[in-house]
């Protein structure tokens, strides 16, 4: 079988995939602070405008840390898991006493929805635009629609059907193939173009800290799980 080569390795979307703006950086999907150092080879990057590739950086910072303290159950530097959570929490109190002050009881916690929501949607716009170029052009720019659905949630709260139905990538209606020539139909039919994990449709950037799928069924999903804690999803129709 001829060797197909995504184009996503040799060309990338002309404008920032977040705003539609003249790229002048890369941006890295998933935000290091959202994975441990050593980072991965071939960690993912996309076209962004500076404004962008920095205005997301606090509500990152917030989400990293949000997720460890909620996986910890503390918001205790010394007794989180990871260190580079642990070093931000100690160097900025504010943040901590923001993420404290969401804590409800020892077990329940109320994050900032909307700073999450935003993350979630970026990061999910990066994975599309990494996967599917060139043919995301043609479904998401130059119009940078809203997605039709937003959802996250604790992987714990899903119900075993949720759960199968979530991570389950490779059958029903996730078993169609992306466009030929994009990264994504590469992955499905050929095996992996760069060096992150690959299992069963899920992307594996860091086992433990993210994975990620994206596939076109009646226009894209993507779907997404940090810190084997929290499942996000989001889809454009």
């Given amino acids: 079988m001829k060797k197909v080569k995504p184009i996503g390795e040799t060309s990338q979307p002309r404008i920032c995939v977040y705003c539609g703006g003249d790229p002048d950086t890369r941006d890295h999907v998933p935000s290091k602070v959202l994975l441990d150092e050593p980072f991965p080879d071939d960690l993912p990057a996309v076209p962004a405008c500076s404004s962008c590739n920095v205005g997301f950086s606090d509500d990152e910072e917030y989400l990293a840390c949000f997720l460890e303290c909620v996986v910890c159950g503390t918001t205790d530097p010394q007794a989180l ?61 130059p119009t940078l629609e809203e997605p039709s659905e937003i959802a996250f949630t604790a992987l ?5 059907k949720e759960r199968s ?11 169609l193939l992306p466009e030929i020539g994009s990264r994504a ?30 596939v076109e069924s009646d226009g894209v999903l993507v779907r997404m799980v940090l810190r084997e804690y929290l499942a996000c999803e989001v889809r454009w129709n």
């Fill in 81 to 141: 898991h990871r260190r580079k959570v642990s070093r931000i929490l100690t160097m900025k109190p504010l943040l901590r006493h923001r993420i404290d002050k969401a804590r409800e009881g020892c077990l329940n916690w109320r994050g900032a929805t909307q700073r999450i929501q935003n993350v979630v949607v970026k990061l999910a716009r990066g994975h599309a635009a990494f996967e599917l170029f060139p043919h995301i052009e043609e479904l998401l720019f």
């Fill in 185 to 214: 139909f590469v992955r499905r039919v050929e095996g992996n173009p760069d060096q992150l994990g690959y299992e069963d449709g899920w992307i594996v950037v860091q086992p433990g800290l993210y994975r990620y799928s994206v």
């Fill in 165 to 175: 139905s979530f991570e389950n990538i490779g059958s029903g209606e996730l078993g």
């Fill in 156 to 160: 714990d709260l899903l119900s075993d």
